[in-house]
């Protein structure tokens, strides 16, 4: 045995019951943002099997180390000078982590910052994570202060070096084996799975399958679940796929997993991105899109048997469609309000568009006439061909929930790691396809209403 398994024997026996390798992970950074900084130290713990392997490395961070930060790690610009950057190192630390458990103190932390350098590497990465300020506090709920200054003065551990990345995994993994011991082994592992976020993998499913999805990606994207004949049972989109997936596959067992052979993921930039695919996707695989809870409301204009448009406030269906919608409403008084406020301004006549109140006898002369805002032109033959002209030519302009004049804009995402953009154009709270038909998603207007938050540098009216 080596003095490593020595050293920690109930930590080896507990991680080989989870049945995946085990990293214990910590790294040092050059700050503390997770989308600007950069790593300059890796240290790794992996158990597996029943045994551990220690690793470190120095990275180039590719910029200058803040005087405070080599202060607080003793990590400087000239140790890290002929160090590789974390992109040459990607594939060589890949197969240390992919498809195992990470454990950090602060996991959020060392996991985001690993996940964006992979990414902008170009490799997806993700794994079910463990973090021990979480477990601290759940296994130790008497003491008030759960960091590792904290853990260490009140386990005893012994430190040559604090906040150089080896040495406190190092302190961690004698954390743990404490915990074990005090806190046996069954509240450990009941602990420890419930607190991972994102979860492990199910054991029902097959190895085959879980390799698949624990190569997945923590990002935007559509995921396509096939059989064994590549046919395409469920198509979803995600913000953060693999998370999501482990997720729900930990709370449910979807018979497109059980059914499945493989997946396919598409990445995308944003989860505008991510819907735009999914809709090309679906068509693709002739998938039906499936219909939410929620009932969106939109306006439709049907030619009636004396030629005129008519205003119909119909359901708007998840889905692709030939026409773009004109408004979008979640009530149908809304609309209604919003259909006569909409004739008024534009001009237009509510008897031939037939948005009277019901109570307003059909017998009865026009209002409009009767206030002295139309001449009756619009019963005419050639009166109801230019009415229908101005209906269309004005129902782009019909309110689209409450945004506004945000009748018809383009909007650009942009993934903040690698510097892609894509731009879509947004009409009636739907999305342009290339082959010109329109879709529209449930999910679509709130995350239409993050992205107005953002102002002009994203969104550009149209009309």
């Known amino acids: 045995m080596s003095d490593?398994?020595?050293?920690?024997?109930?930590?080896?026996?507990?991680?080989?019951?989870?049945e995946r390798p085990v990293v214990i992970v910590d790294l040092e950074t050059t700050g503390g943002n997770m989308l600007t900084d950069r790593i300059t130290e890796v240290a790794m713990l992996r158990f597996e099997q029943g045994k551990v392997m220690r690793r470190e490395w120095l990275v180039n961070p590719q910029r200058p180390i803040p005087p405070f930060i080599t202060g607080l790690t003793g990590i400087d610009d000239e140790m890290v000078k002929d160090a590789p950057g974390f992109a040459v190192l990607a594939e060589e630390l890949l197969p240390f982590l992919q498809g195992a458990v990470v454990v950090a103190h602060n996991s959020r932390f060392d996991y985001t910052f690993l996940r964006h350098e992979f990414q902008r590497a170009g490799i997806d990465f993700a794994a079910p994570a463990l973090c021990t300020v979480q477990l601290s506090r759940k296994l130790y709920p008497q003491f008030h202060k759960h960091n590792l200054d904290s853990i260490i003065e009140r386990c005893g551990i012994v430190m040559e070096q604090r906040h150089r990345a080896m040495a406190d995994v190092l302190a961690l993994a004698e954390f743990l084996e404490k915990a074990l011991c005090e806190c046996g082994v069954q509240e450990f592992e009941a602990r420890s799975r419930a607190l991972m976020h994102p979860k492990m993998l199910p054991a029902w499913l097959s190895s085959d399958l879980a390799d698949q999805l624990y190569a997945l990606p923590d990002r935007h994207g559509v995921l396509i679940w096939l059989d064994k004949g590549?046919?395409?049972?469920?198509?979803?989109?995600?913000?953060h796929a693999f998370s999501e997936v482990a997720s729900y596959l930990?709370?449910?067992?979807?018979?497109?997993a059980v059914q499945a052979a493989a997946v396919r993921f598409i990445p995308a930039v944003g989860g505008l991105h991510a819907l735009w695919l999914k809709?090309?996707?679906?068509?693709?695989y002739g998938l039906r899109h499936e219909q939410g809870t929620k009932t969106y409301l939109t306006v439709r204009f049907r030619e009636s048997e004396t030629g005129e448009l008519q205003a119909k406030v119909e359901p708007l269906r998840s889905g692709k469609h030939i026409q773009k919608p004109y408004g979008l409403f979640l009530h149908k008084k809304s609309a209604k309000r919003?259909?006569?406020?909409?004739?008024?301004?534009?001009?237009l006549c509510p008897s031939v568009l037939d948005i009277l109140p019901q109570t307003y006898a059909r017998d009865m002369p026009c209002p409009a006439m009767v206030a002295g805002k139309c001449e009756g032109s619009c019963a005419?033959?050639?009166?109801?061909?230019?009415?229908?002209?101005?209906?269309?030519?004005?129902?782009?302009?019909?309110?689209?929930?409450?945004?506004?004049?945000?009748?018809?804009?383009?909007?650009?995402?942009?993934?903040?790691?690698?510097?892609?953009?894509?731009?879509?154009?947004?009409?009636?709270?739907?999305?342009?396809?290339?082959?010109?038909?329109?879709?529209?998603?449930?999910?679509?207007p709130t995350l239409l209403k993050m992205k107005f938050k953002l102002g002009s540098r994203v969104v550009k009216m149209l009309g």
Not at 230 to 239: C, D, F, M, Q
Not at 250 to 256: G, I
Not at 279 to 284: I, N, R, S, Y
Not at 338 to 347: K, S
Request: proline share 4%; aromatic share 8%; hydrophobic share 45%.
């Open 380 to 444: 005419s033959e050639g009166g109801k061909s230019l009415h229908n002209e101005r209906v269309l030519a004005h129902a782009g302009l019909l309110p689209v929930a409450d945004w506004g004049r945000m009748h018809d804009i383009e909007i650009t995402e942009t993934d903040v790691l690698n510097g892609q953009c894509v731009t879509f154009r947004c009409a009636g709270g739907a999305l342009s396809l290339p082959d010109g038909s329109w879709y529209f998603d449930e999910g679509l």
């Open 230 to 239: 590549g046919r395409a049972l469920h198509l979803i989109e995600h913000e």
């Open 250 to 256: 930990h709370l449910t067992k979807p018979d497109h």
């Open 338 to 347: 919003a259909l006569t406020a909409w004739a008024a301004e534009m001009g």
């Open 4 to 18: 490593l398994m020595c050293r920690w024997p109930l930590l080896v026996s507990a991680f080989a019951r989870l």
């Open 279 to 284: 809709a090309q996707l679906a068509q693709e």
